[in-house]
């Protein structure tokens, strides 16, 4: 993996443990799905390809939303998190960024899906 990915990761993570996220909000989802989808999309990539990125940004924030709600916003921060991590893969991969453009691309989706489905839900 390229460290600009690790960066991405790195911080997204480090950001999870402030207490700015604590308890259930929306910036805990947030952070947990780009997280998730950042890392799904790197990896997905090393394994499959443009393709793989895709899938690995949609399982990653999906996942990444799943550990970080609790409640009645959790269903739809899921499919938040999952769509938007994939979307932001491709997109990432269409402006011709790389595994570090698709894992950007996917973070910054899944964040904003996995944040926007939660308030949806409620």
């Known amino acids: 993996m390229k460290h600009?990915?690790?960066?991405?990761?790195?911080?997204c993570s480090s950001l999870s443990m402030t207490p700015v996220v604590?308890?259930?909000?929306?910036?805990?989802?947030?952070?947990?799905s780009a997280l998730g989808g950042g890392a799904g999309a790197a990896l997905g990539k090393?394994?499959?390809g443009n393709t793989g990125?895709?899938?690995?940004?949609?399982?990653?924030g999906g996942?990444?939303?799943a550990v970080t709600t609790k409640g009645k916003g959790k269903t739809g921060a899921v499919v938040g998190?999952?769509?938007g991590g994939a979307a932001g893969a491709a997109a990432g991969n269409a402006?011709?960024?790389?595994?570090?453009?698709q894992a950007a691309g996917a973070a910054l989706g899944a964040g904003?899906?996995?944040?926007l489905g939660r308030q949806l839900s409620k």
Request: proline share 0%; net charge neutral; hydrophobic share 45%.
């Open 4 to 11: 600009s990915t690790l960066l991405i990761i790195g911080i």
């Open 53 to 60: 990125a895709v899938v690995g940004g949609a399982l990653g």
């Open 22 to 32: 604590a308890g259930d909000s929306s910036g805990k989802t947030a952070l947990g």
């Open 81 to 83: 998190g999952a769509a």
């Open 95 to 101: 402006m011709g960024g790389g595994t570090a453009g």
């Open 63 to 65: 996942a990444g939303a």
């Open 112 to 115: 904003a899906g996995g944040a």
């Open 46 to 48: 090393q394994i499959g």
